[in-house]
């Protein structure tokens, strides 16, 4: 956001250009798997979009790329019947039963009435997709355009979420042909890259709340809110495995659907796998599950297809499935070991959680130790290897180990049979392990269901455990990144009770105290005058940071930031009322009164909706908060921000206000589109080398207007250089 380039051309003219260009650049990344530009171009180029649109009301189009950050919350959803149903699938265990399936296949196609098939003569084309995860989703197109996003639901009717399905950049709006279908269902998976699922849980750590068990948790989570400014801030991932309605004869296979679909900017599976019978099929099954934990998305399995349509049709379904089709499921990455004790870990907003200490077992290929037990609730109520039959899990116990998504280990079960006579009860803390303070159970265990609870918090304030992991946090990197400061120190810090070391503020009053950090242990002269140095440097960070820093509950990295964008200061921040920090969620009428954009899309994103802006103003205004906003304020800390409306500032960096010449073939780019990304920039993109030419990039094949870059002594890029320029420009 950086700003809009030299108006080259007419608005009219670039708009479309600028449309073109981004679905390109989508098209490029989810269906080509060959990024032609980076994420902050694709954001600048979103920019000068909106920034013309608004300038242009008469150039605007609801299928537009920038409507696809958010939009109106939706009330609930609606549900909508399926015109093909979505049946599911039958699984396989073991590649018995996927030779059994394979074998009524040859049967069913080899009938008289069938006709399309001898058995004796050949093998029948399979294709194998990875069974991704996520959700499935059918995304109906008419006249080429997305008219609707449907669940699976109950296979014959599911929920409307075209609003989310509208901001998932995986999704192509509109169809890229001119003859698209009339109709054109296309089925397919929504998911959750394993690379999003483990910011969005580190950021659910940081703010003590909740972890998704796994990718799929996550996706559904996200699909079931109601903002769609919310679910655009989840990179939500889309591949198509199928079709629904079509109205006309569109492919005559999968491979063919595939590649047509494909063709049409629709992301499909490239570990999808055509095998010629089912020996090839079985390998294709084998070698995946060697390679899929590599992948960014979370697999359980292969779902092994016979190809062409009409085999297909005369195969038929059963009541709930289709014969031609079956899910192969990896076994589960599960193991026992034997439980040593249960640890008590307060976090820094003071929740309580207990933690498996473990015999070492191995697990999905890593030594696990350590594993969670979710909450006390958990703890009480386990399942056991016994149908039906559940248990409070026990110190002794053998328990079951799973890595949830292959991610996060969990203990997921007691094998009661193995239950040593000894084993001992866990005993949920009923005071802070740490300070022994006093501690409130969520919910309150009440009379009606005394198994359920779902989190247990130390309520003192003054709870050294949570006063040291706030400390650390507000210390890290990501937050005020203190120099010198970090967890060791922290610690050594706290042991010696004549240092005070309780506040945030207090940090910044440690150079008050200079002899006495001198006296810590393997503390020099040098090392001291580092961490004071570091401390006072980290004054000037800014508001976004100091936000972050506090670890205020639903305040993260993003949203810190996003809040400083938006407000110039803390006085600014502390002003408004509640519904001002959620603007994307304000009703039409609302944001009217508030002086906001009718089009929410138009509203700035502040990282906070309906749910969390109440707590979190109710924070801010909190009497705690004031007394640490003053305090901060009183060492000398600024509460400034620096990031408010950064999106107004010129252009800047290596390409800003440079004339540039490009020439030859370059493998990353297509010249167009590094036009506008250079453009985008701040520079002048012009077609010859002249003496006020400042730089040539220079791909392969370059001809004349590299030797006359030469003889004028021009500065000359290849395009490895180019890469590292543009990677150092956006940071
Ligand atoms: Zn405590």
Request: hydrophobic content about 35%; charged content about 30%; proline content about 6%.
């Amino acid at each position: 956001m950086r700003g809009v380039p030299p108006a080259t051309r007419k608005p009219a003219q670039r708009v479309p250009e600028l449309r073109a260009l981004l679905r390109r650049a989508n098209r490029a990344y989810y269906v080509d798997h060959a990024p032609i530009m980076s994420d902050p171009e694709f954001d600048r180029l979103l920019a000068e979009l909106d920034a013309l649109e608004k300038a242009h009301p008469e150039l605007d189009d609801p299928d537009s790329p920038t409507h696809r950050v958010g939009g109106e919350p939706i009330e609930g959803f609606r549900t909508i019947a399926h015109r093909v149903p979505m049946l599911s699938i039958d699984n396989a265990y073991d590649t018995t039963e996927v030779r059994d399936w394979y074998a009524r296949v040859l049967k069913g196609l080899s009938r008289d009435d069938a006709g399309l098939f001898d058995s004796t003569s050949k093998d029948v084309r399979l294709v194998c997709d990875p069974k991704i995860d996520g959700l499935a989703i059918s995304l109906r197109y008419e006249k080429g355009r997305l008219v609707h996003a449907v669940t699976r639901g109950d296979g014959v009717k599911g929920d409307d979420v075209t609003h989310a399905a509208r901001v998932i950049r995986a999704i192509p709006l509109v169809l890229e042909s001119t003859t698209p279908p009339h109709v054109l269902e296309v089925r397919g998976e929504i998911y959750l890259p394993i690379s999003e699922f483990e910011r969005i849980n580190k950021e659910r750590e940081a703010q003590d709340e909740d972890l998704f068990m796994n990718p799929r948790n996550a996706a559904a989570g996200t699909l079931k809110q109601l903002d769609p400014g919310a679910i655009a801030q989840r990179r939500l991932g889309f591949v198509a495995h199928g079709r629904g309605e079509i109205d006309t004869e569109f492919a005559s296979s999968y491979t063919d659907l595939l590649a047509q679909l494909r063709a049409l900017g629709v992301p499909t599976n490239r570990h999808s796998i055509a095998c010629e019978g089912i020996d090839k099929a079985i390998k294709a099954i084998e070698a995946f599950d060697r390679a899929r934990h590599d992948l960014d998305y979370a697999t359980d399995g292969m779902v092994v297809r016979v190809d062409d349509f009409a085999s297909q049709a005369a195969l038929g379904t059963t009541s709930k499935s289709p014969r031609w089709i079956m899910a192969y499921k990896y076994a589960p990455e599960r193991t026992t070991t034997r439980l040593l004790k249960v640890e008590h870990q307060v976090g820094k907003t003071g929740k309580i959680t207990p933690r498996a200490v473990m015999e070492p077992v191995l697990l999905s290929g890593t030594t696990v130790r350590h594993a969670t037990l979710h909450n006390y609730g958990r703890v009480r109520d386990a399942a056991t290897e016994r149908e039906g039959e559940r248990t409070d899990i026990r110190i002794g116990d053998l328990v079951q180990v799973e890595k949830a998504g292959e991610i996060i280990p969990q203990v997921v079960g007691v094998v009661l049979g193995e239950r040593p006579k000894n084993a001992a009860k866990v005993t949920p803390p009923e005071a802070c392990p740490r300070c022994a303070g006093p501690v409130e159970i969520e919910p309150p265990e009440g009379v009606e269901q005394p198994l359920l609870e779902t989190a247990r918090r130390c309520v003192n304030p003054e709870c050294p455990a949570q006063i040291r992991e706030k400390l650390v946090w507000f210390a890290g990197r990501k937050q005020m990144d203190i120099d010198g400061l970090g967890e060791k120190t922290i610690d050594q810090i706290l042991a010696e009770p004549s240092i005070p070391l309780a506040t945030f503020a207090d940090i910044f009053r440690l150079h008050e105290h200079r002899e006495k950090l001198l006296a810590l242990d393997r503390m020099g002269e040098k090392k001291v005058d580092n961490l004071l140095a570091g401390i006072e440097s980290a004054k000037g960070r800014g508001l976004a940071k100091v936000l972050s820093g506090m670890g205020i509950r639903y305040v993260g990295d993003t949203t810190s930031k996003l809040l400083a964008r938006r407000f110039k200061d803390l006085d600014d921040l502390l002003s408004v009322g509640e519904e001002s920090l959620r603007p994307k969620s304000l009703s039409r009428d609302a944001a009217r009164a508030l002086g906001f954009p009718d089009d929410p899309a138009d509203r700035p994103e502040t990282g906070l909706g309906k749910d969390t802006a109440p707590a979190v103003h109710a924070y801010l205004r909190s009497k705690a908060a004031r007394r640490t906003f003053d305090d901060l304020a009183r060492v000398g800390v600024d509460l400034t921000s620096h990031d408010y409306a950064a999106g107004r500032a010129a252009p800047q960096g290596p390409f800003a206000g440079k004339t540039i010449v490009l020439t030859g073939t370059l493998a990353g780019y297509d010249r167009e589109t590094l036009k506008a990304l250079l453009e985008g920039m701040g520079a002048k993109v012009t077609g010859s080398v002249s003496k006020n030419t400042h730089l040539v990039i220079a791909g392969n094949e370059a001809g004349s207007k590299l030797t006359k870059a030469q003889d004028l002594g021009v500065e000359i890029w290849d395009e490895a250089r180019l890469n590292d320029e543009l990677a150092k420009a956006n940071g």
